[in-house]
């Protein structure tokens, strides 16, 4: 098998030749035909975050090891199968992966939310993941199986693009009556606009620095109202357009110092922010404001596999639609990585192997 493996931290990704494993007891052997292309896998790829101070938060302190094969949004078909996967699964079914895989014990993966694991095992970060044509999946229970009319390259961004919008949205507890602002207009923006739409019905303001990405969410038409807060100053313009009372929720998909200042500036009382993005950074807080006006300050990361099977749910019956803009080859790898750090990829990008 081939696969795209980031070898050394900001290095081009090596195409390398690896031998084919075969699955055993629940494990599956899946043929990937798509693997969407993550803001998560560039960090992966430049070897950490920034944190507090500009501090960078190594991946290998976190238990990532190199050489790794990135890639965790994974659609394709079964390939083969372990003695103990036979009676649920058959060869060629067309199935999306849950990459989010936990160790099994810990008090989140007991309640399913393995997710937030103590000890994750997730593919494409701590395992080797999609960015090759063959995955070796631990346990046949993460695989969604997906309609045979749905598109492989769509299905491939819900396991995450999709997924961590969709707990995003759940994390907002959002009402019909709700305003919602929606920062950063890109792939999970754009997804997170969608779902809040169909599943709570707010008015949604979407806020980002570039046109070109406010006139998708215009022309996707789950967006209310926009602000580009580079032209503009953000706060007077979400006042003004909720009444002077603000935000009853902010998603932030950028998450950085500046856009959280912000964010802390447009919510009304018993407000949510939800923290997305992985940009990074630090935050100064008014602490007396928190229990006076009752805001929620809260992290959302990806979603559980139920909320997998939810949205594979919606996307079957055509309630939402995934926005699949730019398609590359397994060794495009690193020009995929390039393009969507540069702000270039408007809707998502997925890997054909």
Known sequence: MKAARIVKPKESLQVQ?????????????????????????????????????GQFLKTTDRGVKYPVTPGHEIAGTI?????????????????????????????????????????PKSLGIYVDGGYADHVLVPNYRYL??????MDINEAATLSCSALTAYNAVKNANLRPDDNLVVVGAGGLGLMAMQLAKAVTGAKIIAMDLEDEKLKQARKDGHADDFVNSKKEDPVKAVMELTEKMGADAVIDFVNASKT????????????K???????????????????????RLIGSYTGSLSDLTELVSLANRKIIKPVVSDRFKLDQATEALSKLKDGKIMGRGVINP
């Open 260 to 271: 959280v200042e912000t964010d802390m500036q447009i919510l009304r009382r018993r407000a």
């Open 17 to 53: 030749d690896l031998e084919t494993p075969k699955p055993k007891g629940s494990q599956v052997l899946v043929k990937v035909l798509a693997s969407g292309v993550c803001h998560s896998d560039i960090h992966l790829w430049e070897g950490g975050y920034e944190g507090p101070g």
């Open 273 to 295: 922010v939800v923290l997305v993005g992985l940009y990074g950074g630090e935050l100064k807080l008014n602490l007396v404001t928190m229990p006076t006006r009752a805001y």
């Open 144 to 149: 969604v199986k997906i309609e045979d009319d």
């Open 79 to 119: 390939e083969a199968i372990g003695e103990e996967s036979e009676c649920l699964f058959a060869k060629g079914d067309k199935i999306l992966v849950y990459p989010w895989v936990g160790d099994g014990v810990c008090p989140a993966c007991r309640v399913g939310e393995e997710n937030l694991c103590d000890k």
